[in-house]
Nanobody, 127 residues
Framework: QVQLVESGGGSVQAGGSLRLSCAAT????????MGWFRQAPGKEREAVAT???????????YYGDSVKGRFTISPDNTENTVNLQMDSLKPEDTGMYYC?????????????????WGQGTQVTVSS
């Protein structure tokens, strides 16, 4: 059974940084894509970044247009976690951030088909 637990959210001023972590259990890293999504009040859920490791040291990533160049997704295979480093934060980055998993993704990084979700962690960026 896949279980995902997010941590690292909080409040920060614009221009600051936060690092989110997702502790994943029950994940087969050879076949599963991992992702971070976010949802702001009154808005649809948005894909932030996805990642596929294939169980190896090399990994592949996808980023949403609004976070390219500011956010970095990375795996920590030894800790079975997926991290999201968020730099140059903007007020529009505010929202609930969710970690998600898509087993049997076949290495396809498209942010669709994710069917395991964590409880979320709140990120608030003030101007």
């Amino acid at each position: 059974q896949v279980q995902l637990v997010e941590s690292g959210g909080g409040s920060v001023q614009a221009g600051g940084s936060l690092r989110l972590s997702c502790a994943a259990t029950g994940v087969n890293w050879r076949t599963t894509c991992m992702g971070w999504f976010r949802q702001a009040p009154g808005k649809e859920r948005e894909a932030v970044a996805t990642l596929y490791t294939g169980g190896g040291q090399t990994y592949y990533t996808y980023y949403g247009d609004s976070v390219k160049g500011r956010f970095t997704i990375s795996p920590d295979n030894t800790e079975n976690t997926v991290n999201l480093q968020m730099d140059s934060l903007k007020p529009e980055d505010t929202g609930m951030y969710y970690c998600a998993a898509r087993p049997q993704c076949l290495g396809v990084l498209s942010p669709t088909g994710y069917n395991y979700w964590g409880q979320g962690t709140q990120v608030t960026v003030s101007s």
